[in-house]
Structure formats: structure tokens, C-alpha cells
């Protein structure tokens, strides 16, 4: 069974580093992309950015280019999204989703699994 | 890139159909067959239940459709059940490796 597992809850103040996680199991984490998405409170869906962790090819969405990192460890199945310093405007849920396909074309928008999600509070 | 257009809301009584309608340009939508289709109840994780326009994954009923022409791709959910009621998402590829969302849309059954 295909398994993301998310880091837990987090409350930061506006500045703040934060790298949350996303840990793949019962598939080939390697040969599939992982895609990061967020929802602020009450809004829509919002994409972030994918990676393919076999060689750590990463594709962000201009809206988030620079304002966070996508990296991923495949010795562990892991995918990540980091800020080096959170604003108030980054509280939001953010999911990891894995897309079946290994070519980016499909897989930039077909997500078969997706993580409980990890909510992200930032308030001084 | 620009999000998708979708309707803020749609309804329908149970047993009815509804189809919510999502609309892009040439750039996304219109330019490739990779569109999906996302629901989402409320406090749970987004659900594939359409991609590459047409196909349904496993275990999604059949009641659940996908459709594009041109620049617009709809969802049509036939014989409509309480369980449905949810928001709805679109999504397409959006060239350069990236993807888009739609602004979703609020399925209320009556």
C-alpha cells in the first residue's frame, strides 16, 4: 500500500526557519515525482512545486521560486519543504502528493496519494 | 501561471447530475490531455478522481466522469449521492514541467 507520511503541527514566529517532512513507503520512491501543495485557511489548492528524488530534479511554480526549498533524501524516502525565515502569510495546510508517472508532463498535475498534510501556524 | 476558472459553487438533488466546468487557455487546458480532477471534504486530503481528462483510477465509481473541449474541461458527477457533497478541484499541466490548479468548486447536494 502507498503510504505519505507527514511531519507533525507546527507553531513558529514570523522569521523562523521550518523544514517539514514527507516519508514515501510501498512503492519505488525513487521513480515517482513528489509535489508539494499548499491551502491557506478557507482557500484552494495551490501548487508549490515537484521533485523527482532519484536525481533530485526539482520544478517550482514562479509563485514560490525563491520564497522555498524542495529537496528530498532517497537513502530514506524522504521529501522536504523548508523556509528560511516564515512570514505570517506562509500559515496554511501543506501536502505532499506522489504522482504515478515519471515524466513530468503528467506528473505535474496526476497525484494518486497524497500525505494527512502538515499545518503550518507562523504568529508572533 | 494562472489558476484555473472554476465556478465558486454547483448543486444538484440526489439522483440529479451536475457538471462543473474548469477553464484554462492554450497555455494549460487547452494545450494538453493532462487534466485531473481532485475532491476534497472537508479536513481531509484532496482524492484523484479524474486524470489525463477522461480516466478514472481504481476504486472511483463510475458515476464520475471527465470531458474537455477547447480551453474547458468539465467534471460531470451523474446520479448524485450525499457523499459527493465536497469541493472539487481541477488541475492541468501548465508547460514547463508545472502545474495548475483551479479555483475549485463547492458541490452541495440538496
Known amino acids: 500500500e502507498v503510504q505519505l507520511v507527514q511531519s507533525g503541527a507546527e507553531v513558529k514566529k514570523p522569521g523562523e526557519s521550518l523544514k517539514i517532512s514527507c516519508q514515501g513507503s510501498g512503492y519505488s520512491f525513487t521513480t515517482s515525482w513528489i509535489g508539494w501543495v499548499r491551502q491557506m485557511p478557507g482557500k484552494g489548492l495551490e501548487w508549490m512545486g515537484i521533485i523527482f528524488p532519484d536525481d533530485s530534479d526539482t520544478i517550482y511554480s514562479p509563485s514560490f521560486q525563491g520564497q522555498v526549498t524542495i529537496s528530498a533524501d532517497k537513502s530514506i524516502s524522504t521529501a522536504y519543504l523548508q523556509w528560511s525565515s516564515l512570514r505570517a502569510s506562509d500559515t496554511a495546510m501543506y501536502y505532499c502528493?506522489?504522482?504515478?508517472?515519471?515524466?513530468?508532463?503528467?506528473?505535474?498535475?496526476?497525484?494518486?496519494?497524497w500525505g494527512q498534510g502538515t499545518l503550518v501556524a507562523v504568529s508572533s | 501561471q494562472s489558476a484555473l476558472t472554476q465556478p465558486p459553487s454547483a448543486s444538484g438533488s440526489p439522483g440529479q447530475s451536475v457538471t462543473i466546468s474548469c477553464t484554462g487557455t492554450s497555455s494549460d487546458v487547452g494545450g494538453y490531455n493532462y487534466v485531473s480532477w481532485y475532491q476534497q471534504h472537508p479536513g481531509k486530503a484532496p482524492r484523484l478522481m479524474i486524470y489525463?481528462?477522461?480516466k478514472r483510477p481504481s476504486g472511483v465509481p463510475d458515476r464520475f466522469s471527465g470531458s474537455k473541449s477547447g480551453s474547458t474541461a468539465s467534471l460531470t458527477v451523474s446520479g448524485l449521492q450525499a457523499e459527493d457533497e465536497a469541493d472539487y478541484y481541477c488541475?492541468?499541466?501548465?508547460?514547463?514541467?508545472?502545474?495548475?490548479f483551479g479555483t475549485g468548486t463547492k458541490v452541495t447536494v440538496l
Open positions: 502528493a506522489r504522482s504515478p508517472y515519471r515524466g513530468a508532463f503528467a506528473a505535474s498535475c496526476t497525484f494518486d496519494n
Open positions: 488541475a492541468s499541466y501548465a508547460g514547463g514541467h508545472m502545474g495548475v
Open positions: 489525463e481528462v477522461t
